[in-house]
Nanobody
């Protein structure tokens, strides 16, 4: 079984920073794209940032210049450094990864349980 465990969410004031982490574990052979999504109540889940296995990042326009995604391949871990946070960034943040396991069915997408980020004074 594969698990994605997120950490690092919380309450922060506008202009502040947070760093999210997501570690994948289980019968993993390889991980392709890893990413972060967020969802506000009553809205669709949206892509925040993702990073390929070769380290190429891609960001939503709303977070460009403020958020940085990175990964440690050896630790099966992806990070999201969030700076200059504003109230519009308040959401549940979910980790996602395309993972190849030893079950013989190819790459499949997995989700973490989500971590709440609240930006408020």
């Amino acid at each position: 079984q594969v698990q994605l465990v997120e950490s690092g969410g919380g309450l922060v004031q506008p202009g502040g920073s947070l760093r999210l982490s997501c570690a994948a574990s289980g019968n993993i052979i390889s991980i392709n794209v890893m990413g972060w999504y967020r969802q506000e109540p009553g809205k669709q889940r949206e892509l925040v940032a993702r990073i390929t296995s070769s380290g190429t990042p891609n960001y939503a326009d709303s977070v460009k210049g403020r958020f940085t995604i990175s990964r440690e391949t050896a630790k099966n871990t992806v990070y999201l450094q969030m700076n200059s946070l504003n109230p519009e960034d308040t959401a549940v943040y979910y980790c996602n990864a395309d993972i190849l396991t030893d079950d013989g069915f190819g790459y499949d997408g997995y989700w973490g349980q989500g971590t709440q980020v609240t930006v408020s004074s």
